[in-house]
Structures are given as C-alpha cells and as structure tokens.
C-alpha cells in the first residue's frame, strides 16, 4: 500500500528518469584536458573536417559549446573517434581562441556579421585588370575587411595580357601593399601559381575574388592534388553526389609550409560590422594621432586631429587621404 504525507519515505517516490528535467544540472564542464588538437579544413551541413595529426577527421560541434560556431581555419579541440575512418564521427569540445578574423556581413544594411575565415595570416584579393573590368570599391571593402580582421592584404592582380596594372597599383600606392601581376598564359601554364607561391609560404592566406577573376584557376593550380582528394572525402561522408558546402576550404600549400583558404566568390562585401578604430590600426604613422580625436570619431570630420597631425608633418597627406578612402567604403553602395 503506498502512503503519502509525513509517512512516506523514498521507496514510495516514482521516478522518471528519462523525463525531461530529473537529471540534476551543473555548471560544471568536463575540461577534456585529453582531447586532440585540430585545425577545421571545411564546414559541409554541420559536418566540420579537422585535420588531427596527419589524417582528416569528421566531428560535429558539441552541445555544451553552444551557438559559438566552428569555422574554417580555427583551432580546436576533440573527442570520441579521431580514427578519421568512413561513418566515424568525433565531438568538437573547444575552440581556440583566435588570432585573427575575416568577417562580412551579406550587405550594408545587415547587422548580422559572418566570420568567414579564422586564423589567416593574410587577404589574397585576386582581381582581373580586364574581363571583367576591375572594381576598386570591392577591392576597398576587401581591404578594410583585412585591416580590421588583422589579415596583412595582397594584391594579385591578373590578365595583364589585357590591360597593364599601372593605373590600378597606383590607388594603392600609399598603402604599401604587396602584388603579383600575371597574365592569362601564366594562369595556364602554371607560372602564376609559382609566382604567387612566393608571397605564401609559411603563412595561412585566404583568397577572396568575384566571378571570372582567375582565382579558382590559380588556387587549383596551388593546391592541384589536395583539393580533389578532400572534397572526394567530404562527398562520401555526406554521401551526396555533388560538392555543394558553401564554405571556405582550407588546402595545404604543395611543397611549401603554408596553407591556402579558397573562399566562395563575392559579388558583395559588406561592412556594416566595421569599428573605424580597429581600421586604424593598420596606419601606424596615423594611429597616434588620433590621441585627441573626439570621441568615436568617424576620422573624416571637422574635429578630427589627424588633419592638425598630418600638417605637422607626422605622416604623409597620401596616408590620409587613403585611410578616408577606405573608411568611406562604409557609407557607399559598391557602384557609388
């Protein structure tokens, strides 16, 4: 006979315990001090593939990790199966933290900020001189991207054969940003891959371009073998007949200690998540001049103290002018 009240005991508790909420909760998290390291090669539907030691490994991000997302280029930890065979999958439990990172948002009127790529060294912007015709605004979002990313940019400008760089390098000029110039016979024969090879190794470099620009060409010509054995990998897990992630792929450098991130091509580059303070930090001549700038100043205003620094002769009026530039890419449609 069960009893109630004062004279019950636990014996006469039901228990539930596959109802939800019986389980008693912790704040306290496993620290996994055992869990492997890994790099993130490609995100695919929530399937994330992390190279661990000298294998790829398919792991999906653990519950406790909450909305915080794994993205291509981060360093994290796992656990569970990291023998990286078929139908195995292993738990992604930490995220590093990150040294850098390359964000956009889809537009200037979105608020919702995308992180596209983590942990790059630098921001390969390929664009042709001809065929399509170049688009300074976008090659200046991209730049603004990388500055306030802390990405170092490159220009890699290609199909000189069309039409020379002049012109284009020299509204860059001021910033002192590296480039490579190839032609569309190079871009064939593999001696733009040689050329570009020079500015990458040893570093992790994200490339970034538009339709038609010649960069899927030159980032297959870099990576010919890894990239068709890791998507090869990733259509078999996903058991789909097609490649269709719509993320970045991270693919090592052939020959060389470097990596290189072909990222999806842009037709835009949003920047609605920029903080010109962070822009600065790329101009050192112009940064400590900003000391007596009101505040959050926009640094293209009447009260902005670089235009009493630059007349003092601290730095070149072209730094400026160029700093203004970019930062205007902010307030304008790309074909303003």
């Known amino acids: 006979m069960r009893r109630y009240g004062k004279h019950t005991d636990e014996d006469d508790i039901r228990s539930r315990p596959n109802r939800k909420g019986t389980r008693p909760r912790t704040n306290i998290r496993p620290a996994h001090e055992d869990a492997a390291e890994g790099m993130v090669l490609t995100v695919d539907r929530g399937r994330l593939t992390v190279l661990v030691d000298d294998r790829t490994v ?49 537009d200037d009127d979105d608020p919702y900020e995308r992180v596209v790529v983590a942990n790059a060294d630098q921001l390969a912007i390929v664009t042709a001189l001809a065929d399509p015709e170049p688009r300074p605004r976008l090659i200046d979002r991209c730049l603004v991207a990388a500055y306030d990313g802390g990405l170092d940019p490159l220009l ?62 030159l980032v297959n010509a870099l990576v010919p073998q890894d990239r068709r054995r890791l ?35 842009v037709r835009s580059f949003g920047l609605a998540h920029i903080d010109p303070s962070r822009v600065i930090h790329a101009f050192p001549d112009l940064e400590p001049g900003t000391v007596d700038c009101p505040r959050a100043c926009s640094h293209d205003e009447p009260d902005c103290a670089l235009d009493a620094w630059v007349a003092e002769g601290h730095a070149d009026p072209a730094r400026l002018y160029s700093l203004r530039r970019l930062l205007a890419t902010r307030e304008r449609k790309e074909g303003d």
């Open 58 to 106: 398919m792991a999906m991000k653990a519950r406790e990790l909450g909305r915080k997302a794994a993205i291509v280029g981060d360093r994290v930890a796992l656990v569970g199966d990291l023998s990286g065979k078929k139908d195995t999958l292993a738990r992604i439990v930490r995220i590093e933290e990150r040294t850098s990172v390359l964000r956009r948002t889809a």
């Open 231 to 265: 998507t090869g990998h990733v259509n078999a897990v996903t058991g789909r007949g097609r490649h269709t992630t719509t993320s970045a792929l991270a693919l090592p450098l052939a020959g060389d200690d470097g990596w290189v991130i072909d990222t999806p091509g």
């Open 156 to 217: 890699v400008l290609t199909k000189s054969d069309l039409a020379p760089p002049d012109k284009l390098l020299e509204l860059y000029g001021d910033l002192d940003i590296p480039y490579v110039v190839t032609s569309r016979a190079e871009l064939d024969n593999g001696d733009a891959a040689d050329r570009v090879r020079e500015q990458l190794d040893g570093k992790i470099t994200a490339f970034v371009g538009h339709s038609g620009v010649g960069k899927t060409t």
